[in-house]
């Protein structure tokens, strides 16, 4: 399986590998069949953007370390709701909130890896949303490795949620971090913890962040966290840049807006590939990433040619050189 742009899906060669959806949540074509040209332009037409196919170079690529796309289109919507109702002034609807970051801490845990649905496979007026739940994911993911408590996890994860509440707010760009710790540290049922990630989350490493200039230690290292995660989802769904080139994009950030050991960290907690991509590796043949397991820097790949598969982790001379479109 592999997840492709509606407009590289081509009717001969490739079924669809999962369900496709409408904004109910309603299965609009089931997996297992391909897509008639003329409901093609129907589903382009519904604002569907990204479909997970399967075709003859695909096979038994699983994209497990991705949520499900209910699951996920759902914490986008009880996202939205609660952006809204700030917006409306209402109070912080706290328990969706809370649900919500239990929800996404397990199904983090349960991966040993995460890989983020595009926020741009989503109508721009969800996007906002889409992203916030992908930070909070690598948020989460990148959490694994401190050793901090299911309670603290839970207020990285609410904190992360409602990052950007600010922006409802205000209308200043940079005002939105400190309305925001504001805004949350009035709710009672919100930790100063999670509030503090909204507070901080745009604070750099060596101090040249906003909205107060802190530095290293003085930042506290959850909003470290979520502002790393936001960099690099920005960078992907905003920028459009593919993910391996986003990775080498965050690693420029080591000691200015990032910590190296955060970095580091990041660099090997977070696959700079996705299964279903395909590559052109060193010794000039093209090969498609089938799986990332144990060293998320160098995933397994699969000759196109021959079908044998090869892990990059095991095979220190063979470096993927270019990343092809399709
Ligand atoms: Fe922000």
Same mark, same amino acid.
């Given at each position: 399986m592999r997840l492709i742009r509606i407009d590289e899906y081509e009717p001969r060669t490739m079924q669809l590998a999962k369900p496709v959806f409408d904004r109910q949540k309603r299965v609009l074509l089931a997996a297992g069949r391909s897509i008639h040209p003329s409901y093609l332009k129907k589903l382009i037409d519904l604002d569907i953007r990204y479909l997970f196919i399967e075709d003859a170079e695909s096979f038994g690529i699983s994209l497990e370390e991705m949520l499900d796309v209910p699951t996920w289109v759902d914490a986008v919507d009880v996202l939205q709701a609660v952006y809204k109702a700030v917006e409306k002034k209402e109070e912080l609807p706290i328990r969706p909130i809370q649900q919500l970051a239990i929800k996404l801490v397990e199904e983090v845990n349960?991966?040993?890896?995460?890989?983020?649905? /595009?926020?741009?496979? #989503?109508?721009?007026?969800?996007? %906002?949303?889409? =992203?916030?739940?992908?930070?909070t994911l690598l948020a989460l993911q990148i959490a694994k490795k401190y050793h901090i408590s299911q309670m603290q996890i839970r207020d990285l994860a609410v904190g992360a949620l409602v990052h950007d509440i600010g922006k409802v707010l205000t209308p200043l760009k940079d005002d939105h971090p400190r309305v925001g710790f504001e805004y949350l540290r009035k709710t009672r049922e919100v930790s100063l913890l999670s509030a503090h990630v909204a507070y901080q989350h745009h604070e750099a490493f060596d101090g040249s962040g906003v909205p107060r200039g802190l530095r290293e230690k003085e930042i506290h290292e959850f909003a470290q966290i979520c502002s790393i995660a936001n960099f690099?989802?920005?960078?992907?769904?905003?920028?459009?840049? /593919?993910? =391996? %080139?986003?990775?080498?994009?965050?690693?420029?950030?080591?000691?200015?807006?990032?910590?190296?050991?955060? !970095?580091? #960290?990041? !660099?090997? %907690?977070?696959? =700079?590939?996705? /299964?279903?991509?395909?590559?052109?590796?060193?010794?000039?043949?093209?090969?498609? !990433?089938?799986?990332?397991?144990?060293?998320?820097?160098?995933?397994?790949?699969?000759?196109?040619?021959?079908?044998? %598969?090869?892990? #990059?982790?095991?095979? =220190?001379?063979?470096?993927?050189?270019e990343v092809l479109e399709q």
């Open positions: 349960k991966r040993k890896a995460i890989l983020l649905i /595009p926020a741009s496979s #989503l109508a721009e007026e969800l996007r %906002e949303y889409a =992203h916030s739940v992908n930070v690099y989802e920005n960078a992907l769904s905003k920028k459009g840049i /593919p993910p =391996h %080139e986003v990775m080498e994009y965050v690693m420029t950030k080591s000691g200015t807006l990032f910590s190296t050991d955060l !970095v580091k #960290l990041f !660099v090997q %907690e977070v696959p =700079h590939f996705i /299964p279903g991509t395909k590559v052109i590796l060193n010794n000039g043949r093209q090969a498609i !990433v089938t799986k990332v397991r144990g060293n998320l820097q160098r995933p397994f790949v699969r000759y196109l040619d021959s079908n044998e %598969e090869v892990s #990059l982790g095991e095979n =220190h001379t063979l470096l993927i050189t």
